[in-house]
């Protein structure tokens, strides 16, 4: 077996076992969820996190991306840290750690109070293997765009140079995405396919990952694919997929979604 006959298939299987028949190099992109601080009782949950890190930084190419989307659960007063754990991790198995970016839910779950503020978002860790290669970055509106405005000092921690420059005059009419995205979890009529899944991810998070960190024809993996929204974005967006979950049960719901996915579900332009 190689990775080519895992392309654009749903795989039930605990992916540490799958990912052993792939080839080094073999995968452009990862955009997962693993289950975290048993928070939800999956079907057929067994997670061996160290031995699939290592595994994903085998057969993940030079300059690919893994995007682990990961939040903690609150024991006793105090967050588990979990996210942080896994992402110092990451980085003891090679990987950079490329940015630490944030998923906002628009609508979080109501919770019981507990002395804190709302927890209103999850860690999307983007790990590189080596410098990133492909970047297409999202564009949004400059909020001062046309005003003309003062300089700025920037610093350059790689050579520990630091530059006062001046910034764009006048301020241009788009500027580079930050790295907090915003999204409404579960309402959206696209991501309705999914709610048969404890735990979906909006396909617009898939969506954006996928058009900023490949290009079409890439191979986008999922090793625990649920109800396999990265494989519905990445088919979507014209690249392979790979999708892994040990649950029949959820692979074959991701299966479902795939043959389903109505012509019109993007809106976004095919890069
Ligand atoms: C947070 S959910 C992923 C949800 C997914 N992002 C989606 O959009 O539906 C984590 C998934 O990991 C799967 N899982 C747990 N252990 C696994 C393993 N060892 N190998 C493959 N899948 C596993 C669970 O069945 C569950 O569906």
Redesign the pocket.
């Given at each position: 077996m190689s990775t080519k006959d895992y392309l654009n298939k749903i795989i039930q299987?605990?992916?540490?076992d799958v990912l052993k028949n792939f080839e080094n190099g073999s995968v452009d992109l990862v955009v997962?969820?693993?289950?975290y601080d048993n928070l939800r009782a999956?079907?057929?949950?067994?997670?061996?996190f160290e031995g699939i890190v290592k595994e994903l930084f085998r057969v993940i190419r030079k300059g690919g991306i893994v995007v682990w989307v990961i939040g903690d659960a609150t024991i006793d007063g105090s967050e588990t840290g979990t996210s942080f754990q896994q992402a110092l991790f990451f980085k003891e198995a090679g990987f950079n750690l490329h940015d630490t970016m944030i998923f906002k839910k628009r609508n979080p779950i109501p919770q019981v109070y507990r002395k804190r503020y709302t927890n209103e978002f999850e860690y999307m860790f983007v790990f590189s293997k080596e410098l990133t290669k492909v970047h297409n970055p999202i564009m949004v509106d400059c909020l001062h765009a046309g005003l003309q405005l003062n300089g700025t000092t920037y610093k350059n921690y790689s050579k520990d140079i630091q530059t006062r420059k001046k910034m764009a005059k006048p301020v241009k009419d788009k500027k580079i995405k930050g790295n907090v995205w915003e999204y409404v979890v579960g309402k959206n009529k696209e991501d309705q396919p999914?709610k048969e899944?404890p735990?979906?991810?909006p396909i617009k998070l898939v969506e954006d990952h996928i058009l900023s960190w490949t290009n079409k024809s890439d191979v986008v993996l999922?090793?625990?694919?649920?109800?396999?929204?990265?494989c519905v974005g990445a088919k979507k967006l014209d690249r392979n997929y790979i999708g892994?979950?040990?649950?029949k049960e959820?692979c074959d719901l991701a299966k479902k979604r795939i043959k389903e996915i109505p012509a019109d579900l993007f809106s976004s332009k095919v890069i």
């Amino acid at each position: 077996m190689s990775t080519k006959d895992y392309l654009n298939k749903i795989i039930q299987g605990d992916c540490l076992d799958v990912l052993k028949n792939f080839e080094n190099g073999s995968v452009d992109l990862v955009v997962t969820s693993p289950p975290y601080d048993n928070l939800r009782a999956y079907n057929g949950y067994k997670f061996n996190f160290e031995g699939i890190v290592k595994e994903l930084f085998r057969v993940i190419r030079k300059g690919g991306i893994v995007v682990w989307v990961i939040g903690d659960a609150t024991i006793d007063g105090s967050e588990t840290g979990t996210s942080f754990q896994q992402a110092l991790f990451f980085k003891e198995a090679g990987f950079n750690l490329h940015d630490t970016m944030i998923f906002k839910k628009r609508n979080p779950i109501p919770q019981v109070y507990r002395k804190r503020y709302t927890n209103e978002f999850e860690y999307m860790f983007v790990f590189s293997k080596e410098l990133t290669k492909v970047h297409n970055p999202i564009m949004v509106d400059c909020l001062h765009a046309g005003l003309q405005l003062n300089g700025t000092t920037y610093k350059n921690y790689s050579k520990d140079i630091q530059t006062r420059k001046k910034m764009a005059k006048p301020v241009k009419d788009k500027k580079i995405k930050g790295n907090v995205w915003e999204y409404v979890v579960g309402k959206n009529k696209e991501d309705q396919p999914a709610k048969e899944h404890p735990a979906p991810f909006p396909i617009k998070l898939v969506e954006d990952h996928i058009l900023s960190w490949t290009n079409k024809s890439d191979v986008v993996l999922d090793p625990m694919c649920g109800s396999g929204t990265t494989c519905v974005g990445a088919k979507k967006l014209d690249r392979n997929y790979i999708g892994i979950d040990i649950s029949k049960e959820y692979c074959d719901l991701a299966k479902k979604r795939i043959k389903e996915i109505p012509a019109d579900l993007f809106s976004s332009k095919v890069i």
